[in-house]
T-cell receptor
Framework: DTGVSQNPRHKITKRGQNVTFRCDPISEHNRLYWYRQTLGQGPEFLTYFQNEAQLEKSRLLSDRFSAERPKGSFSTLEIQRTEQGDSAMYLC?????????????FGEGSRLTVL | GESVGLHLPTLSVQEGDNSIINCAYSNSASDYFIWYKQESGKGPQFIIDIRSNMDKRQGQRVTVLLNKTVKHLSLQIAATQPGDSAVYFCAENGAGANSKLTFGKGITLSVRP
């Protein structure tokens, strides 16, 4: 257990519905990342926060995706009007400034299945 | 474009043997190269990283080698154990300490008893 908590662990939804995932990072970590992973592939970067500021977004993050980290602690990732292509594992990771550069602490992920 | 990739999709080794997992990268500007391990049902777990100005770094039972001439990264695991069975990913950090990680495709390591 890395200390990064994600909820829900599994979500099955119908196409067109909205879903929201929550991530609680390690408490002293000011940096938070969202990644998406499909079967057999490495995680793909979606977005990154430093404290409450969203500093970078991937072009993978269409306008149906929105992420927030309102108080610089937990974060939410919302997908609106879900499509079957959104089915994937959504991973959250965190680290602190000054930590080992390449070391992200990942949660166990939220698996989304869009029917 | 930038990419990080692995040569082989699977690797099967005998318990107790050494394992070598290889990776190619294309972004010469990367500052750090990292190896992650992902067990079934879990998120990726950091193993070891190496800075671009180094060519070798050792950890506990693991060694990472970086060959910038041919843009090649490898992970050596000594005395492979059943608990090493997992999917391994190489990743690069781009230029600058704040950069996101770009992961390659995974390679599955299977340890035979």
């Amino acid at each position: 257990d890395t200390g990064v908590s994600q909820n829900p662990r599994h979500k099955i939804t119908k196409r067109g519905q909205n879903v929201t995932f929550r991530c609680d990072p390690i408490s002293e970590h000011n940096r938070l990342y969202w990644y998406r992973q499909t079967l057999g592939q490495g995680p793909e970067f979606l977005t990154y926060f430093q404290n409450e500021a969203q500093l970078e977004k991937s072009r993978l993050l269409s306008d149906r995706f929105s992420a927030e980290r309102p108080k610089g602690s937990f974060s939410t990732l919302e997908i609106q009007r879900t499509e079957q292509g959104d089915s994937a594992m959504y991973l959250c990771a965190s680290r602190r400034t000054g930590g080992v550069t390449g070391e992200l602490f990942f949660g166990e992920g939220s698996r989304l299945t869009v029917l | 474009g930038e990419s990080v990739g692995l040569h082989l999709p699977t690797l099967s080794v005998q318990e107790g043997d050494n394992s070598i997992i290889n990776c190619a990268y294309s972004n010469s500007a990367s500052d750090y190269f990292i190896w992650y391990k992902q067990e079934s049902g879990k998120g990726p777990q950091f193993i070891i990283d190496i800075r671009s100005n180094m060519d070798k770094r050792q950890g506990q039972r693991v060694t990472v080698l970086l060959n910038k001439t041919v843009k090649h990264l490898s992970l050596q695991i000594a005395a492979t154990q059943p608990g090493d069975s997992a999917v391994y990913f190489c990743a690069e950090n781009g230029a600058g300490a704040n950069s996101k990680l770009t992961f390659g495709k995974g390679i599955t390591l299977s340890v035979r008893p």
